[in-house]
């Protein structure tokens, strides 16, 4: 009676034992941290779609965002390979928005973490490429504290590869020169510099073109307030 007792304990104290370390297990598995973001991302290009295959399937690496001392509760993922390779997400609150496009280009070329209104709340500003040939790029912003409008491009575009500046307060807008895992600054002068304006009642991204910019620069520069979207 004795020994079935023991069993019985032993078997119960190995069962408790098993749940535990499933728990463990499950709690600090990887796969468990990327299952959340795959499956938002996942959901957010089926329904940009307009006849999505049965199987999208994503190589999602994190990009790291160098943190100054106003940090923005984002994260950032881009796909590493596949149909939709180069793509770069943004996820907010469960909410996934995608930042400009990689189509025919390169995609994201570069992120800073920024306050440009001065008003304590951050924003992400990033510039992007698409196009095949001689690629255009654009500048975004990402401002969640502004719901009627978080997610905006400015009405510039640059026939070229452009990167993203910061000198203390103020974001520079200059030419990049890429080079296969390398990018280089291949100008002294700055394209222009970034704000965040009021315009009758709505804040807008605006870029200040630099004055007396060399003329292979200057022709380059592409207004797109008439633009409906990416081309």
Known sequence: MKRIFFWIVVL????????????????????????GPHILITDYIRRQLKDPPEEINLTLEEIPLEEPEIQLPVRIFQVKQ????????????DSVYQLGTAYGGNGVSSMLITDLDQDGAPELTYTYSFGSGIHQSRVGIFAPAYEAVKLQEADFAYQGDIGLLSDQDVVEIRVLKVKPDLQILDYKERIGTLYLREVSGQVDLVVEITPGLPEQISERIINTSSDTGNE
């Open 82 to 93: 596949g149909l939709f390779a180069d793509e770069t997400f943004l996820i907010h609150d």
């Open 12 to 35: 119960v104290c190995l069962s408790v034992i098993g749940i535990a370390c499933s728990g463990f297990q499950a709690l600090f598995s990887n796969d468990k941290v990327e299952t």
